[in-house]
């Protein structure tokens, strides 16, 4: 081995870790490889990096948006339990249906209750299809309140007003509401009877208590 540019050979006091041949520029190296733990650390952290990749980034799992969406609807539902007297009533239903909190909020809700039934995205399953303008035992927007809190047990609806609150209840008809519409992957064709298009926002002018119990969870 060359010892022209081996700090040994100038004097130099050094480790006794031999030195390794290869030469960059006139700079070698101390033969020191790393640390066992370390190098397993690195390989570890190689092979986790595939299932996370495939579980993250090409669909076999929950991606990291859809996660954060879930997370954030959580908080909101957890808020909409605290909210004040929200009134089951057309004025409070639709602004609440077209409010992004809110939508969340009774996201949340409906995914986690409500899905197994109607799908994830109100398509319908053993339950209606809640994203036509056809309907069974809705006449207008109050009734999605009505039915969801007092259920329709000899057709299978349970009833929900045991579980949730009474804001929960009504920021769900407001997201059932939301609801219509929409368009879902697999829809269940139309049931009941077609019905008149929810009145507008303009239309139902909210009351005051309801907007002002609303604007505490945003």
């Not at 980034?57 to 954060?68: I, K, L, Q, R």
């Not at 609150?165 to 269940?188: I, M």
Request: net charge negative; hydrophobic share 40%; aromatic share 12%.
């Amino acid at each position: 081995m060359s010892t022209v540019n081996d700090p040994r050979a100038a004097g130099v006091e050094t480790s006794s870790e031999p030195v390794r041949e290869h030469n960059f520029d006139g700079i070698q190296e101390y033969d020191n490889p790393m640390p066992y733990w370390w190098k397993a650390i690195f390989w570890v952290t190689f092979f986790w990096s595939v299932p996370y990749f495939f579980f993250y980034h090409v669909g076999v799992g929950e991606d990291v948006d859809s996660a954060y969406q879930r997370d954030l609807g959580e908080f909101y539902e957890a808020q909409a339990a605290k909210l004040g007297d929200l009134k089951p009533d057309t004025a409070t239903i639709v602004s609440l249906s077209i409010d992004p909190k809110m939508k969340l909020a009774g996201q949340a809700l409906f995914r986690s209750n409500c899905a197994t039934c109607h799908g994830a995205d109100g398509g319908g399953g053993t339950g209606p299809n809640l994203t036509d303008d056809s309907y069974l035992n809705v006449k207008d927007v109050v009734d999605l309140h009505r039915i969801i809190a007092d259920g329709l047990v000899g057709k299978g609806m349970p009833e929900w007003r045991s579980r949730f609150s009474e804001p929960q209840l009504v920021v769900l008809a407001a997201y059932v509401a939301g609801l219509r519409g929409t368009t879902p992957a697999s829809p269940k064709a139309p049931q009941g009877e077609t019905i008149a298009p929810w009145p507008d926002v303009a239309e139902s002018s909210p009351p005051a208590d309801s907007v002002a119990s609303a604007a505490r969870v945003r």
